[in-house]
C-alpha cells in the first residue's frame, strides 16, 4: 500500500525524494520504496523521517484497516 | 480472513539469520585465503593448485556485483559513497586500477630481479624493465576493465531503480 501521508509531508516541506533521503542519512531510492509502499522501514528509519518532517509515527505511517 | 496475508515473519530473526549468514560468507573467504597462502609455499606460486580458491573468489564477487545491479543496490552504493566521500566512486575505482597495476608491476619486477639476475647491476636493469613493462600492460587492461565494468553496472543498476520508482514523480 502506498504511503501517500509521507509523500504529502515531504512536498509540504518543499522536500524532493532526494532531500529528504540526504537529510535522514539514507538514498532517495529508499525514500521512494516507502511511498510506493514496497519497503517497510525499520523503526529508526521511521522516527528519523518523522523528526526531519515535524511529525509523529501515526502522522505517517499509520494505516487505518480497509 | 486470509491466513497467507498477514504471515509475518519475526523480523529480528531474520535480521540475526541474515548476519550469520554474512558472518559465513566471510569465514569462507578468510578460509580461502588462508588455503591460498599456503598452498603457495608448499607448491610455489602455481595458479592451477588455487584454481578452487578462485573460482570462488571470482565467482562470488561477479554473483554479488550482478545482483547488486539489478536489485538497484549498485546505484545506492554509489550514492552513499559520493555524499560522504571526497572522492567520487569512479575515481576510486580508476585509481584502485593504476594502485594494482604499480603493485603487480612492483611484484613481478622484484620477482624477475630476485630470480632471474645475476649481478647487481643486472638485477636493477631487470628491475626496471619488468616494472616498467608490466605497468605498460597492467595499468590500461585493469583501468578499462574497471571503468566498463562499473559504467555497465551503473547503467544496469540506475535502469533497475527507474523501474523500482517508475510510477513515482519526484
Not at chain 1, 517497510?40 to 515535524?54: D, G, M, R
Amino acid at each position: 500500500m502506498k504511503n501517500l501521508k509521507l509523500k504529502v509531508a515531504r512536498v509540504e516541506h518543499d522536500l524532493s525524494q532526494a532531500e529528504l533521503a540526504e537529510k535522514v542519512g539514507v538514498t532517495r531510492q529508499t525514500i521512494g520504496l516507502i511511498e510506493q509502499g514496497k519497503y517497510n522501514p525499520s523503526l529508526q528509519l521511521c522516527l528519523s523521517i518523522c523528526k526531519t518532517l515535524n511529525k509523529t509515527l501515526d502522522d505517517l505511517f499509520w494505516q487505518e484497516e480497509d | 480472513m486470509n491466513l497467507f496475508k498477514n504471515k509475518i515473519q519475526d523480523e529480528r530473526v531474520v535480521h540475526e539469520q541474515n548476519k550469520i549468514y554474512r558472518e559465513i560468507y566471510l569465514l569462507i573467504f578468510a578460509i580461502c585465503f588462508v588455503s591460498v597462502i599456503y598452498k603457495f609455499f608448499i607448491y610455489g606460486f602455481e595458479m592451477e593448485h588455487v584454481a578452487t580458491e578462485m573460482i570462488i573468489f571470482f565467482a562470488a564477487g561477479i554473483y554479488y556485483s550482478v545482483r547488486a545491479s539489478q536489485k538497484g543496490l549498485f546505484s545506492a552504493e554509489v550514492e552513499m559513497h559520493d555524499s560522504k566521500s571526497k572522492w567520487s566512486y569512479q575515481t576510486k575505482t580508476i585509481v584502485i586500477g593504476v594502485a594494482t597495476g604499480i603493485v603487480l608491476g612492483l611484484f613481478f619486477g622484484i620477482n624477475s630481479a630476485v630470480n632471474y639476475a645475476e649481478t647487481p647491476l643486472e638485477r636493477i636493469y631487470y628491475f626496471f624493465l619488468t616494472f616498467a613493462t608490466s605497468m605498460m600492460f597492467y595499468i590500461p587492461i585493469l583501468v578499462l576493465v574497471l571503468v566498463i565494468s562499473y559504467t555497465a553496472a551503473k547503467h544496469r543498476s540506475d535502469k533497475a531503480v527507474d523501474e523500482q520508482l517508475e510510477d513515482d514523480e519526484s
